[in-house]
C-alpha cells in the first residue's frame, strides 16, 4: 500500500512549519472506521481540538481485517494488520507521528457478556496500553474515544431515569457498558495529566448498518431493515412497542469528527459527550420499512421474542437529551424514514425489492 | 505466628457442616486494616452478606509491613507480607479460602498525583488482579471495596452539587480518585457475573488518625490535631473556613463492617454506597481543640495556605446526604468534639498537654 507524505504550503502562521497530518484509527477497517475514513479523506483539511485546519497527510488504519479495496488503493492510507494489544506492545502503530487517535477498536456487548475475559483484554487493555502508549509518545495527541449508550442501563432496583443527560451516572449493566464506562475514566485522568487531549463520545445504536450481523445485541435494530430489503427474513426479538434511541451512521461519524475538532473550551469538561438520538420504536422503524419499501418487504420482519436480548435492549436508555452535543452544533437524525431513505441512497446495491 | 483452625459446633443448618470462617484484609497492617482486624477480633460471630453469624476462625492480613505486637500474638492472626500484585500472582494469598475480603490496601490521593504510575498498579492493576483471582477461587466471597470520597471532585467548568447524593455522578479531579472510581466499576461488574458478592464503601476523610503522617493531601486534617495534641506545631495548609466532611475511626470500621454484613436485599444496588460525615470547617476543628485541649495546644496550628493542597482539598464534597447508608443503620459522627474526644480515650499515650 502507497504512502505519500504531503508538506502543508498553507500553513497559518508564518515561519511555524506544520508537519503533515497523521490520522490513526484502530477498528479503522470495521463499518464506523471504514466510513470514518472516507469521511476525512473526502473532506477539506481537518481543524484539531480548535487547532487551525490542516490537510490530511495520512491516516493509518489499525484492524486484524484489511481495509476495502477504495481505501487500499489511496495512497494517504496505510494499513497496519494485527491484534491492537500486540500492535501497542511491538510499537507497530505510528503514535509519535498521530496527530489524532480515534479509538474505535472493541469487542462488542453480546461478545463481551459471553467472554467475559475478551471484554477485558479487548476493551480495558487495550484502551489503557494505547493510552499509556500515547503519554509516552510525549505530544498529547486528541484522543476521541468511542464510548457507548451502554454505560446506561436500567434494573429493576435502580431505574434508569426517564431522559439520561450528560450528567447521569452510569449504572451499566453489562460488562461492555462497564468497560466502556472504565474507558472514559481513563481517558478523564490522561487529559487531566496532559498526556493527551480527550474527547469520549458515547455513540447511540447505530442504524441502518450496512453488512452483516457482529454480534451484538443491538444487531438486529439493523437486521430487521437490511435483511428484509434484501429479500430475507429477520427477527425482531423485542417486542414492537419497544422503544429505542438511534443514529444514522453519517450523523454517528458527523459526532465523532466534531468530537475530535472541539477546542478544550468547547468541550469544556473530560467527562464523556451523549450524542443525540433519534427516539423511536421498533414498530415505527417496521412502518418506516412498510413506507419505503412497501408493505411485502416489512411482512418479512418475524415478530419473535427472545427473553435475554430483550432485557438487553430495554436496559438500554431510549430518551437523551444530548445538551452538550447539541452545543457542539450536533443534532439527532429527524425520523426513521429519514435515516431509511439515507441507508438506500448510500447502498444502492443492498436491497431487491422493486423500486417504487 | 501461630493459626488454629475453630470448627464452628453451632452450624445453624443441621448436617450442613460450616467452615470455620475466615478473613483477609488487604493493607491489613495499615492504620484502618488494623482497627478492623482488632473490631472484628474483638467482636462475636460475623454475619456476612446477610447469613447467620458465625465466630471469626482467622483473619489474614496481607501487608508490606508487619502488624503490631497484639495482633502478632492472637493466634487467629496471620501475617502474609509482601506486595499485593506479588502476592496474588504467586498465590501468597488464601483466597480459596476467604469467606470475605476486606481490600483496603491503596496508594495514597499525594502518592498517586506523584507517581501516576504507582497509582495505576498499586490501585487499578492490584484490584484488578485480587478480583480475578476471587473470581478464579470460585466460591463468591463477600468482597469489601474500600473506595472514597475522592472520586467527587469539583471544577471551575463542573462544580459540585451543594450536597453529594449516593446517585450523583463522580467527576474525579484526581488519579486516585479515578481509581476508586474504576475499582467501583470492576466491582460491580464482578458481583453481577455472580464472581464475588461485591461491596464497595467510599470512604470519608478520617480524623483524627493516630500516628505519623501518611502523604494523603489529606493528611492535615489529622495532624492539626494529632500534632498540637502531642506538644507539636502542625500546619492547616486551607483557610479556616474550608468546610470538610469527616469521620472518626471508629464510624469508618462500623461502616467497612456494615458493608460486609448487608444482605443483598439490604444492599440493593451494585453502585457504591457513600458512608455518612459529619460536616464541619477547619475553623470548627480548631475550636474543638481548644475546647478539649485548652488554647495554649490550639495555638500550635500554624495557618499557613498552600494553594496545591487546598485545591485538591477543596475539590471535595463537604455535604454528604448518606441516604443508603443510612437505610444500613448507619450515621455520621455527632461532633468534632465528639471525634476529639474519642481520640483521646483512644490514644491516652498520644498526647502531652495538662488533662484539664
Redesign the interface.
Known sequence: MACRHESDTTAPFPGKREHPMHILITGGCGFLGVRLARTLLAGGPLALAGAPARAIARITLADRVPPPADLQADARVQFVPGDLCEQVDNGALPLARADALFHLAAAVSGECEAD?DLGMRSNLNATRMLLQACRHAGHAPVFVFSSSVAVFGG?P??PLPAVIED???????S?YG?QK??GE??V??FS??GFVQGRSVRLMTVSVRPGRPNGAASGFLSGMLREPLAGERARCPVAPETPVALASPGNTVAGIIRAASASAAEW????AVNLPALTTTVREMAQALEHVAGRATSALIDWEPDAQIAKIVTSWPSRIHAARAQSLGLSADPSFDAILRSYLRENPQAHQWPRQ
Chains 1, 2 share one sequence.
Open positions: 467475559f434494573s432496583e435502580q450528567s447521569t451516572l452510569p449504572t451499566p449493566q460488562s462497564i464506562f472504565i475514566q481513563l478523564a485522568d487531566r495529566k469544556r469538561v473530560r467527562t
